[in-house]
């Protein structure tokens, strides 16, 4: 497996040291996980276990630089604070993790105000939780704004395309599923690394690390766990799309790859033979989406040096970033 | 379907659908003016009692309630708005049956109003009315002769003392009354529904007793009472009937929760208001106020929760990594909604029962759209 050499951010080190005694596996949990992305009914166990090496590399060196940035503040512990000014380049992705904080918050004041209980426990917890998420990002944003551009994202409203398309990937597949089949989908998506929080956490092995993340930056550690291992099925699914050839479509060749073609399968299958879309994402087709698209990927994207092709062409033809980010 | 895992806690709380027709009321339904003003005063000292008062099917004679609501509102805006101030505690003389929130309207014109029919034991009702579906009741019930109403209505004026919340402007701040005091948006007929009511889970309320108390001598000499001042800076206290749980603050302010009805909230807030009293303080029972309802019901089908978010993103979030059912914030009226693959809908956020059937109603025909086979 080489690729540790096809991410340019992963270290050697993280590598030989998840192979020495290390027993936690996500394998199985991200099979589940992929099929709830939208991957085929039973994801290939070669294909979660090299995701899940390229996710633990990420995280591992997130960690690292999240623990390098607290060192100068001189923190203790690694707070939510440095993990947002971490991906303070990329607005999208920032986006996103602001809007998943929101959301957070916004559930467990709905939940507190339907329970009797929860209400007292959260009464007796001390009565500053409320949005406490959404406060912390807004007075870490508040603080390192310069230009007024991140500040500016609280009340952008603009669709996020990626999460569209996914959205719109469920419904397409839910739509032919049976209530049965449903209700295993259901319970695939409800999968995630922060209902695995211990295993999660062990999974990451801090305890070599001076510096700990506390109890709101795990939460966000998991979720740029789950949005890597989304935006893998989600390239890993285009690139296997390209590969498939259309025998017999004249455009094939001119058809951009940025897009999942899900009217024209019944054709290609034909023409080809080959069932395109309900096989398994295959480990070639992760490895692939790695080369091609590495420094798109995970969270530390905004600070890789890359020279792929894309960043080598003029400007009109990187129409793969907005797709992907 | 095998559905929701664990973390689902509102799954609790959620009871079945309750049978479209509760039985009917010990009581004979028509009574004089003298009786209701005996009845009123037993009703009163019922709420200064202790304990076992609730009314142990009250919550299942609910639902009936809303279908009347709306014809009377539908029909007599000015006199629903009038009356209900009056009416709740008058008819707090079917005993065991909770029917304070209806407007005395009904409990006088019971023979023109088959809808209440299923409450009242009238003869003429029952038997022209019981097997009937609601969509026949709220026709005839719309046919009312708003007359006769408000002839009822000026009947009752001198009826009512003590606990009735005097001012007939903020009938709202009252928990027994339950007609909204605006008139009603136009209504979907109530058989869209197929009959599903959502059923109150919880009430949560407020009221001010308006005088300093001493927590630690409340704790020290209630029944059922905690005060743990490091971790938090109020009494908690407890009853049985109805199950409730109380915040009593030092600067005199309550919160009560737990209750199942508004009158259930209302009601144990003034016991608590009662134990405080009892302690030597000079404990008053101003401005009780709902501030959220939350009910549930069950549709009965799978949804496609998928589907959902997508045509209504505006108003859904559904992350179902974070929590397994979608999050809806219906705009009109202003409830939030929780809705379950399973087909179980909670809603929250109310402040009056009206807006919890209303929203439910709003969302039904939505959700039959997403129905998984």
Redesign the interface.
Known sequence: MNNTAASPMSTATSSSGRNTGKSISFATELQSMMYSLGDARRPLHETAVLVEDVVHTQLINLLQQAAEVSQLRGARVITPEDLLFLMRKDKKKLRRLLKYMFIRDYKSKIVKGIDEDDLLEDKLSGSNNTNKRQKIAQDFLNSIDQTGELLAMFEDDEVDEVKQERMERAERQTRIMDSAQYAEFCESRQLSFSKKASKFRDWLDCSSMEIKPNVVAMEILAYLAYETVAQLVDLALLVRQDMVTKAGDPFSHAISATFIQYHNSAESTAACGVEAHSDAIQPCHIREAIRRYSHKIGPLSPFTISFSLTECLPQEWDGFSSLLM | ?????R?E??LR?LAGCLPPYPPPPPTVGLLSMEQQETYLELYLDQCAAQDDLAPPRSPLFNPVVPYGMYILNASNPDTAFNSNPEVKETSGDFSSVDLSFLPDEVTQENKDQPVISSRHETEENSESQSPQSRLPSQDIGLGLNSSSLSNSHSQLHPGDTDSVQPSPEKPNSDSLSLAPITPMTPMTPVSECCGIVPQL??I?STVNLACKLDLKKIALHAKNAEYNPK??A?V?MRIREPRT?A?IFSSGKMVC??AKSEEQSRLAARKYARVVQKLGFPARFLDFKIQ?M?GSCDVRF?I????L??THQQFS?Y??????GL?YRMVKPRI?L?IF?SGKV?L??AKERSEIYEAFENIYPILKGFK??
Do not use: W, Y
């Open positions: 379907m095998a559905s929701a895992p973390p806690r509102d709380l889970q919880n949560v971790r938090f109020a908690i749980t915040l929760t737990g959220n939350v799978p496609r929760l998928e589907g978010v997508l979030s992350e179902p990594e974070l929590f397994p999050i939030v929780l693959v909670v929250t956020g998984k086979a």
